[in-house]
């Protein structure tokens, strides 16, 4: 099961094997703990049908429409805790092709580490799921580019590990590649996946 936290010593900045013209965006920037569950929630996502196709907290106290993610048709048990790689935070523009799993706050303490993050609902799977994925991979710098968002796993993470699971061949030497010049934390994803695909893992 994936298990992520939300404050890191690997990949602060640094880039070993990776060009920063790659990721620009990346340079310098920590991986922060976040305060509480992150605003990259559903309950902040316009997929989530109580907000009415908004995005933000405007409509986080409306109670006329219990909290439903409408892209992968799941009732969300609790909204502020349960995050996904479709969120505007990562995707600025609607993107209502599912990317990767559903995850949650595993209930744990808060400490020193940050809070934790697991897989709730396994991603669904469809061709059209896997050639969504394909394409992110392929333009994967230019989207890590704008996933600010400091909480992780970020969205390259999210498609690359997806894929792996996928055991998707045709990914297979965009992942390689990765794995042996992307920075730390997305190199690290990269090489279990291609573990993956490979039938290793």
Not at 101 to 109: A, L, S, T, V, Y
Not at 172 to 179: G, T, V
């Amino acid at each position: 099961m994936l298990r992520t936290t939300n404050s890191s010593k690997r990949g602060r900045g640094r880039f070993n094997r990776l060009s920063p013209f790659l990721f620009p965006t990346l340079m310098g920037q920590e991986l922060l703990t976040m305060p509480n569950g992150g605003s990259d929630c559903c309950g902040t996502c316009w997929f989530n049908r109580r907000n009415r196709g908004e995005k933000g907290y405007r409509r986080a106290d409306d109670r006329d429409v219990e909290p439903f993610c409408e892209i992968r048709e799941v009732a969300i048990e609790d909204p502020f805790w349960t995050y996904c790689a479709n969120h505007p935070h990562r995707r600025p523009k609607r993107d209502p092709i599912p990317i990767g799993p559903i995850m949650r706050n595993d209930g744990g303490e808060y400490s020193g580490r940050g809070y934790v993050r697991e897989v709730w609902i396994q991603s669904p799977d469809s061709e059209e799921i896997r050639q969504h994925l394909l394409g992110l991979l392929r333009h994967l710098r230019a989207y890590v580019a704008r996933d600010r968002y400091p909480a992780r796993p970020g969205l390259g993470e999210v498609v690359v590990r997806q894929l792996g699971e996928f055991r998707e061949k045709r990914a297979e030497k965009q992942i390689r590649w990765l794995s042996e010049n992307g920075p730390e934390f997305l190199s690290d994803v990269a090489g279990e996946a291609l573990r993956q695909i490979r039938g290793g893992g």
